[in-house]
């Protein structure tokens, strides 16, 4: 068994549950949209981020029906935001099953994609969820922007590390950041904690992107189940590379980039510019900068008492960098 399938072990019996919630969620009158739903919902992930909250609640007490809630709307909030995000990608595969705009074309990917957001709106008006709904629609915003900045600093092969930090806080680690957040709330905390814990949900997703990157140049991208070089191929240059740069001589950079400017070229000199970032650093200098991330999450935890859920919390943010995959 495997450090993440333990961690969410110890919430299994609430995930399961959760499971039973959300598949209601799932459904509809509409024949055709309902027949996507049954799709949607039989290929659905680990779910981390549900497994997030009712940690993170946990931490403060017994699990209520407020965390189910927040973790339904969430994961419906997720799933279109990774439907929308196929369509951007013109993407055919997701976690190794053809795309939903594989099957039914782009209108119906982009419908159900806001079906979806809809769907997760309503679960927290319905119940009365107004803080869950701010914290949420925060950070559906900021992911529209992530991605919208990732598209500019592909388009200008920018190597700012500012930029690249701004673009994966707001992709990524932002809805790592709600989870906490909404876990908190859950259990009715100050916002001083609710705000400590969803800074150590923006840490971790942070680190968690940085180690996806360095799959880029090592192994598949455990997000999108991406070939390596992927992004080069994408002409996103993420934080190994922008490292090998600090490294470099301007030549050498320029060098750099031209070859991922050859859109002809591009594909046979992805070996070359990986062996180019592992000469320069870029894969042990990243890992340590997503270790120093993950310790300052640590380090928010550890104004808490000892507990299974901390631990556990522990555990995942370890895992988030140890991971091999």
């Not at 680990?46 to 497994?51: L, Q």
């Not at 940085?210 to 070939?227: A, H, M, Q, V």
Request: hydrophobic share 40%; net charge neutral.
């Amino acid at each position: 068994m495997s450090k993440l399938d333990n961690i969410l072990k110890q919430v299994g019996n609430d995930l399961d549950r959760f499971d039973t919630i959300f598949k209601k969620q799932l459904q509809s009158n509409v024949p055709l949209l309902n027949m996507v739903l049954r799709y949607v919902a039989s290929r659905s992930g680990k779910k981390i981020r549900p497994a997030l909250i009712f940690l993170t609640s946990s931490l403060f007490g017994d699990i209520s029906q407020r965390a189910y809630i927040g973790a339904s709307m969430t994961e419906l909030l997720h799933t279109a935001t990774l439907v929308h995000d196929d369509v951007v990608d013109e993407a055919n595969e997701r976690r190794g099953f053809l795309s939903i705009n594989a099957i039914w074309k782009n209108k119906v990917s982009v419908l159900l994609g806001d079906y979806l957001l809809s769907r997760g709106l309503l679960v927290a008006v319905e119940n009365n969820e107004y803080k869950f709904l701010q914290v949420t629609s925060h950070a559906v915003q900021k992911m529209s922007e992530g991605e919208l900045q990732s598209m500019e600093a592909s388009r200008r092969l920018s190597y700012d590390e500012q930029t690249y930090f701004k673009i994966i806080t707001n992709k990524t680690a932002v809805l790592l950041r709600s989870c906490c957040e909404i876990g908190a709330i859950s259990q009715d905390q100050p916002d001083s904690i609710v705000e400590a814990m969803g800074n150590f949900g923006e840490l971790i997703g942070i680190a968690f992107q940085i180690k996806d990157d360095i799959f880029d140049y090592t192994n598949s991208s455990s997000l999108l189940g991406k070939p390596v070089g992927n992004d080069i191929r994408e002409k996103k240059i993420t934080l190994p590379l922008i490292i090998a740069f600090k490294n470099s001589t301007q030549t050498e950079i320029d060098q750099i980039l031209k070859k991922i400017k050859n859109t002809k070229t591009i594909k046979k000199e992805v070996p070359y510019i990986i062996d180019y970032v592992k000469e320069r650093n870029g894969i042990i200098e990243s890992e340590k900068i997503a270790s120093g991330y993950v310790n300052q999450a640590q380090h928010i935890l550890n104004q808490f008492k000892e507990s299974r859920a901390k631990n556990c919390l522990m555990d995942f943010s370890l895992y988030v960098i140890e991971r091999e995959k």
